[in-house]
């Protein structure tokens, strides 16, 4: 499934407003998260509670900031470039605006606005020139896009297990993956936590293979200090309506190769040139599509940005807080960052709940008794390696022309082998990010709840 909407969680109300004045102690980003003083751990109400589920008071009232945030900023963007006429970035100013923008608050020398994250990916692998007979490595746990913009041109996209304690791709396992076939490495910074970059990069400079990193769940997460996105060839963002940086649909790529940068605007241009306006064109000669940005979502982006690093902050002190409640559960894992991880941007709370240690209560009735204490959650991804709508390709007769039946059943066979995401899948649990914006006491209302679940997990069992 894709990441979350707010009016996912079904009938939970999701629409508290977002008050400044719920931030407390707000740190600057740089070293935010080192500057998180481990403030003292609160409990409310006790494990003997009775769940709402069961007839008790929920443990979590008042709803959670609602999403997105917006005021008269936004408004007047919008209503500025209606007025101008300039609507699309041909014409007006604030996607090249944006563009510069978003490469100062990363880091990276070049920034391509698109119009979605799919199209920020389409446009990285379009710059590649990936085609038929290409192999792609990327992750099982991710949203649908990632596979999509392979399989599109295509190209195989080929799975590499999960790391169970992180969620992300299992960096470890990527180089028996690669064949003279693989043409890049498509990692996921999944659920706005880094993948391991260290040894991704290192595999693919080995091996010669450009790393595409899928940032569309990461704005503003950091790598050893460096933003994601900017550590590979290329790094694909999404602004997408539940993302933590929104325009309703938008994307980007950054880069800070020059060429690829430019390579990367003719495609997402139609295969023309930059520097011109207007109906004036030169033909770059690549092939390309029209994958621009508008400038509504530019001026619109731009005002979004002002409000970016407060709320990254926000969600890292909360999100730390949640973990060291959560680690005090048994039967809750949050999910692992890894050691060159500065920030994660908590696109998503992840974390792994095992039913074990809940009575055998399954995943799916602790998730409905978590919203019954007003706490939503997701079950996440399923496995897409298996899944028949990634299995049919194997009978699409365009893949079968390019690659032989035995490939394409060797591939099948390789798909059935991530037997640590399929636990991943079982397991895992998610938040939505706008539930990190409010206040310190919505964390402890998150982890009351899980504690109330768990002290009448049987009694629940059987409800
Ligand atoms: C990991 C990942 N990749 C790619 C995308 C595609 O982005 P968009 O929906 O903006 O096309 C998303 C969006 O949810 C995503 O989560």
Known sequence: MNALQPCEYGGINMKRTFNRRDFIGTTSLAGAGLAFGLPQITRGAGTAAKPAKLGGVKAHPGGFPGWPVYDQAEEKALLDVLK?????????????????????????????ATSCGTSALTTALGALDIGPGDEVIIPPYTFIATYNVVALNYALPVFVDTDPESFQIDANKIEAAITKE???????????????L????????????????????AHLAEWRGRK???????????????????????????????????????????????????????????????????????????????????QTNRRTENANYLTRLLNEIPGIKPAKLYDGTTRSAYHLY???????????LDKGRFISALGAEGVPASGGYGPMNTEAYVSGLARNSRFLRV????????????????????????????FAQNMLLGPRSDMEQIADAIRKIQSHAGALAKA
């Open 403 to 430: 690659y032989g039946e035995k490939r394409m059943q060797q591939w099948l066979e390789q798909n059935r082998n991530c037997p640590q995401n399929d636990k991943v899948c079982e397991r895992a649990v998610w």
């Open 84 to 112: 101008s006429g300039r609507w699309f970035r041909g014409s007006g100013t604030a996607v090249a605006e944006f563009e510069k923008e978003y490469a100062g608050l990363t880091g990276a020398k070049h920034c391509v």
């Open 182 to 196: 693989t043409k890049a490495i498509l990692p996921v910074h999944i659920g706005g936590s880094p993948a391991d």
């Open 198 to 217: 260290d040894k991704i990069l290192a595999v693919a400079n080995q091996h010669k293979l450009p790393v595409i990193e899928d940032a569309c769940q």
């Open 350 to 360: 992840m974390f792994s709940y095992d039913k074990d240690r809940f009575a055998g």
């Open 228 to 310: 994601v996105g900017t550590l590979g060839l290329a790094g694909c963002f999404s602004f997408q309506a539940s993302k933590n940086l929104n325009s309703g649909e938008g994307g980007a790529v950054l880069t800070d190769n020059p060429q690829f940068a430019e390579i990367c605007y003719n495609f997402h241009n139609q295969g023309r040139a930059k520097q011109v306006t207007g109906y004036d064109f030169t033909y770059s000669g690549s092939r390309g599509s029209n994958l621009r940005l508008s400038e509504f979502q530019g001026r619109l982006l731009l005002a979004q940005m002002t409000r970016v690093i407060e």
